[in-house]
């Protein structure tokens, strides 16, 4: 079993930036990416960014130039680093990580982004 413990949501300002963690425990090994997701209000849960064992990194497009996904493994720990926030990136933002197949969910940590 995987843990995910996510930190770092708030509210912030319009054109703000906020940094989000994620801390993984338990059965790390063999996970092979990790992500964020959100679900803002009324809406489908959608892929915000992911980053693989190797480093790869994939983002969505309503993010792409203003988030930024990293990973230290040192520390077992995924960032999301979000600039430049707009009223739309408000939702609840999920770490997710996969391992053998199987998706492992955070708690959810609240981005609200409102002047």
């Known amino acids: 079993q995987v843990q995910l413990v996510e930190s770092g949501g708030g509210l912030v300002q319009p054109g703000g930036s906020l940094r989000l963690s994620c801390a993984a425990s338990?059965?790390?090994?063999?996970?092979?990416?990790m992500g964020w997701y959100r679900q803002g209000p009324g809406n489908e849960r959608e892929l915000v960014a992911a980053i693989t064992s190797g480093g790869s990194t994939n983002y969505a497009d309503s993010v792409k130039g203003r988030f930024t996904i990293s990973r230290d493994n040192a520390k077992n720990t995924v960032y999301l680093q979000m600039n430049s926030l707009k009223p739309e990136d408000t939702a609840v933002y999920y770490c997710n990580a996969q391992r053998r197949g199987v998706n492992h969910w955070g708690q959810g940590t609240q981005v609200t982004v409102s002047s």
């Open positions: 338990g059965s790390i090994f063999a996970i092979s990416a």
